[in-house]
């Protein structure tokens, strides 16, 4: 609930950004590339998702498809609302046509698709209502990419969590890799070699040799399974991320031994 409630407020604040270009003369929604692309509504339905994202890597939850659903239906509600905003906005309650009948939402959301205009016709008509097509598959699309993409981090099945990480050590050679990963089974011993062949003390200098080892825990921080990995590092002092050449399962005991 409070990944799905962080997706309503960056929802309302890209639609209120929207609303300030289109004091703007800008109308953000229908910026596109060769009339086919919907550059700015992807880019608002981004924005709209960055709540979601946020959530679930405030959480650690990893939703599952109904949330990304109930997501998707959020984004639509959000893309009426704002036109019913405008609508609101521009006819007040009470308002009424030539003929003296009140002013709906659907006629002022036809009449304004009718009136998008071209750098080659002021009204397109019907042909707006393709326009608008674009317009909402566009925000959907880049609403549920932007939040896909944070969904596909590593994650524990089981538990709906995204795994956590946790350094444990550099050390210069491969034998030092070998040396730890056998002691995996046994927490008391693994944290003796990884204390004794990379203690803290020396990161600094093994970081700094052409090619260095850098163990790593990734874990699941609700069931504690682990994946205890070593991972070659070539180049800059501070590389973060290489090749990984050993990667064994840990069990939940010597998780928690080792990092709780």
Known sequence: MVVL???VVSSALAFLAAHWFSEHKWDLLLWNVGYVIPLGAGLLGLAASSGLAAGMWVTGHRPGVRAFVLFGLQLVGAYVGYYYFQFRRLNPVGTVDAQGLPVTF??????????ISTEK???VGLIGYAFRGLELAGFLAGGLIGAGLMALRPHCVPCARYRRTRVLGFVPAVEDVSAIVA???????????????????????VRRLDERYLMRM??????????LTAERLRGAFDQKH????ESHDVGTQVVRQLLL
Do not use: N
Not at 184 to 196: I, K, N
Not at 218 to 227: A, E, K, V
Not at 242 to 245: I, L
């Open 5 to 7: 409630a962080l997706g």
């Open 106 to 115: 659907w006629w002022f959301y036809d009449a304004s698709t009718r009136a």
């Open 121 to 123: 016709k002021d009204a």
């Open 183 to 205: 002691q995996r089974a046994d927490a008391p011993r693994l944290r003796q070699e990884l204390a004794t062949r990379g203690p803290a003390s020396r990161w600094t200098e």
């Open 218 to 227: 990734i874990f699941c921080p609700r069931c504690l399974t682990g994946l």
């Open 242 to 245: 290489g090749s990984t050449v």
